[in-house]
């Protein structure tokens, strides 16, 4: 598979999944409740101005390349919805194509490792719903 042949927003169309996927996977693994409870906890985390801090967070610890995989997320992002600026739905966009681009070139690795910092910053970033 040639991931450089897919566009940054089929990049992040996939991203977004895992990210999603990671965040509740982790959720329910830190403690035990219902459902409905979980939702409240992880629409924080997934939302694009979460998703914006995180990546501001964590730019250091990007490589330069998974750094220009952002840049060309970011840059390749037209709209945004009404409850995000452009600028945080364009930089979630960009951490989204991050997640997907490390899918589908089969960087298992580095892409657990990222999902793991990348929650971690966006339980200290989160601001409303309730905590495990």
């Not at 501001?56 to 919805?81: M, T």
Request: aromatic fraction near 12%.
């Amino acid at each position: 598979m040639d991931v450089d042949s897919y566009s940054p927003l089929a990049w992040a169309y996939l991203g977004d999944a895992l990210w999603e996927a990671y965040v509740r996977e982790h959720l329910m693994q830190e403690c035990l409740r219902r459902a409905g409870d979980y939702h409240k906890i992880a629409v924080p985390l997934v939302s694009a101005k979460t998703q914006a801090q995180i990546i501001i967070g964590v730019w250091e610890k990007l490589s330069p390349k998974e750094q220009d995989i952002f840049r060309r997320g970011r840059n390749s992002c037209g709209s945004y919805r009404k409850n995000s600026t452009h600028q945080e739905y364009s930089y979630s966009t960009g951490f989204e194509a991050i997640m997907g681009y490390l899918y589908l070139a089969g960087e298992k690795t580095r892409l657990n490792e990222l999902l793991h910092i990348c929650y971690q910053e966006g339980k200290e970033v989160a601001i409303s719903g309730p905590t495990c």
